[in-house]
């Protein structure tokens, strides 16, 4: 039996997309094996949203060969698609993929004959049109399954490379959204989470389905209890999108709705399309609907041009508007972007104790929303049991509990007692009698 490695960089879209490579060898009889242990072919999913991600991407694929250099390397992803000559000549690296023929994954590594060349397979995503058809129906050790359900991004924030290693906006059919999230059902999965490039343009390239109508038609698959969605533009947090998901129970008080800087002037030379105002306007539509909501969110700090002042401005609208956690990035310029030109770029220094003082901020938040609900009972999903013996669940509003218990809990719902916080967007909880 043939052995594969994968190592995905990067984020979850790319994790999905490791996912179904690996059922796709599988299925052709391969053995999967950790990327420390020698195999006959490394895949390395590549990033590129930072150089340092390009780094990364080389280094893990210079790390394959040198485990073993007899295996075929095969460079996918992000950072194989925007620049495939520089991986192509990465030391080791036989097969550069990209973003594209990821299905045909096995074939081009099994058709791969002669060693001595490197077989350069990426071709231009800029006129891609179609979701390409990777699925998946079992995911290793957990409990939440990642349902990609689109692909790319029209949008071309200054500061992202990743239009141009996705390509524009694909939306997956609704019918093969709704096999995997039934097969993954079937399989015993209760929460899904949709997931994409950029989920809120889901259906912008089909006829007559939007993001509303395939939650509404995820929402009715028997045994899924969970959805929530991996991020969502707060443009698209509208009255109509708000009423829709209230009506469905399985929709999560939780949203990761996409702030990048609460400074209407960094907003526009990020090219976001929305003001801190319309930020705002899309939490409390949200709040209204969802008492106990939780809006999580990416910060970027030390964008180009961001003054003392504006810096200010974000954290203060971040405390405004009461975010449960702050995802906190130093803005790292990445070659091919507007932003990378930008004059007035921010010092490293500068931009380490932004970040610095904004992840304080976003440690006090998330703690005055867990002490908020202490004491209050809610229903928790249990996934995994951590090495101090503690089951480890998440709330519907993301609230990660810690429960003390010799049962196993995985994949079980209880009623929880949210109890003291103890760091790290966590608390301790106690269990109550009603469980399902
Ligand atoms: S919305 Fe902006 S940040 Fe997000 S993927 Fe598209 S271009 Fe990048």
Redo the contacts with the bound molecule.
């Keep these: 039996m043939k052995k594969v490695a994968f190592l995905t960089l990067g984020c979850k879209v790319n994790m999905y997309d490791t996912e179904a490579m690996q059922e796709l060898f599988a299925k052709r009889g391969y053995e999967i094996v950790d990327f420390e242990d020698k195999a006959d072919i490394y895949i390395v999913n590549t990033c590129t949203v930072t150089n340092l991600g390009d780094k990364k991407s080389r280094q893990m694929l210079r790390r394959a060969h040198r485990t073993n250099p007899d295996a075929i390397v095969a460079a996918a992803g992000c950072y194989a698609q925007v620049a495939p000559e520089t991986v192509a000549k990465t030391e080791g690296v036989n097969i550069v993929i990209g973003t594209k023929d990821r299905a045909s994954v096995v074939d081009i590594i099994e058709n791969y004959a002669d060693k001595t060349k490197v077989l350069n397979a990426v071709t231009d995503i800029k006129t891609e049109r179609t979701f390409e058809p990777l699925e998946i129906s079992r995911l290793k050790d957990r409990t939440r399954a990642y349902v990609k359900i689109q692909e790319g ?1 029209n ?3 200054s500061y ?1 490379i ?2 141009y290693a996705r390509g524009p906006v694909r939306s997956r059919l609704p019918e093969q959204v709704m096999d995997e999230v039934r097969r993954l059902a079937e399989n015993g999965f209760k929460e899904v989470v949709l997931t994409g ?2 989920v809120a343009s889901y259906g912008l390239d089909l006829k007559n389905t939007d993001l509303i109508d395939i939650v509404k038609q995820v929402n009715t698959v028997d045994g899924i209890e969970r959805i929530r969605f991996s991020s969502m533009e707060p443009l698209a947090v509208n009255e109509e999108f708000v009423d829709a998901m209230k009506a469905m129970p399985k929709v999560c008080d939780h949203f990761p709705l996409s702030l990048q800087s609460g400074c209407d002037k960094t907003l526009k030379n990020m090219n976001r399309r929305y003001t801190a105002q319309e930020y705002c306007e899309a939490v409390e539509r949200l709040r209204a609907a969802y008492p106990d909501v939780a809006i999580t969110t990416d910060i970027i700090v030390g964008f180009p041009g961001e003054t003392e002042e504006d810096f200010i401005q974000s954290i203060e609208f971040a405390k405004k508007v009461g975010l449960s956690k702050i995802h906190v990035f130093p803005y790292s310029p990445k070659t091919g972007t507007p932003a990378a030109k930008m004059k007035d770029q921010v010092p490293p220094d500068v931009k380490n104790d932004r970040a610095a003082r904004l992840i304080k901020v976003s440690d006090e938040l998330n703690r005055a929303f867990a002490d908020r609900l202490k004491g209050r009972v809610m229903p928790v999903l249990f996934e995994i049991k951590n090495k101090d013996g503690f089951w480890e669940g998440h709330t519907t509003n993301y609230i990660k509990v810690l429960l003390k218990s010799d049962e196993n809990l995985k994949n079980r719902f209880l009623d929880i007692k949210i109890g003291e916080y103890c760091g790290d967007e966590t608390v301790y909880g106690e269990k109550c009698e009603n469980t399902k």
């Design positions: 991004c949008r071309y924030c992202c990743i239009p490039i950029h």
